[in-house]
């Protein structure tokens, strides 16, 4: 079966500091898709990046990296430097069968000045 | 500017009384979807539509339902609405289901 766990429910840290969110996930598909969105305070979800299966590289795009490694089915999120307006729902996902998305649950990023 | 556009953004509604919930793209996206956002729950999808006149059950499908006559529309319905569908609401389009998605900025039912 397809899963995502994101075990930290809520994380806090004082701004300026480094932050890792971690996503763990399961699948027995050989091509598959992860995604990272991000829900701020306002409520909308934001799209941050999909990676595919065959694609280990980290991305790295200003503040943000994401770390995928295959051989500990873990996609992991890091948020160098962290801001205030960095604070928000952050969730990971898993395409999975019937063209859905196996969502994980979320963790709460709170970033205090 | 490129969006998907949802309304209403709030609304508070009886029990029985048929409302729809609108969803309108423009971004010539051929995958739209509904997703329903609970606390605890996290998001589960209600129903999702591949294409034009092409639309699926997702997660949690009863009580809704939806069309797709339009590319750029997809409304969900909720025929006789009750109060455990009080839930926030969003909808979400893209080129395909393993591309990112682009969602609305959801709408909050209150049904009383």
């Known amino acids: 079966a397809q899963k995502v766990t994101q075990a930290q429910t809520e994380i806090s840290v004082v701004e300026k500091e480094d932050v890792t969110l971690d996503c763990v996930y399961e699948t027995r598909d050989t091509t598959y898709y992860l995604f990272w969105y991000k829900q701020p305070p306002s409520g909308e979800l934001v799209f941050l990046i999909r990676r595919n299966s065959f694609d280990e590289q980290n991305e790295i795009s200003g503040r943000y990296s994401w770390n995928f490694q295959k051989s500990t089915s873990s996609f992991n999120f890091t948020i160098t430097a962290s801001q205030v307006v960095d604070s928000a729902v952050y969730f990971c996902?898993?395409?999975?069968?019937?063209?859905?998305?196996?969502w994980g649950a979320g963790t709460k990023l709170i970033i205090k000045p | 500017e490129a969006q998907v556009t949802q309304n209403p953004r709030y609304l508070i509604t009886v029990t029985g009384k048929k409302l729809t919930v609108t969803c309108s793209q423009n971004m010539n996206h051929e995958y739209m979807s509904w997703y329903r956002q609970d606390p605890g729950l996290g998001l589960r999808q209600i129903y999702y539509s591949m294409n034009v006149e092409v639309t699926d059950k997702g997660d949690v499908p009863e009580g809704y339902k939806v069309s797709r006559k339009e590319k750029r529309n997809f409304p969900l319905i909720l025929e006789s609405p009750s109060p455990n569908q009080t839930s926030l609401y969003f909808c979400?389009?893209?080129?395909?289901?393993?591309?990112?998605?682009?969602f609305g900025s959801g709408t909050r039912l209150t049904v009383v």
């Open positions: 996902a898993l395409s999975g069968p019937n063209y859905q998305l196996i």
């Open positions: 979400a389009s893209s080129f395909g289901p393993h591309y990112g998605y682009t």
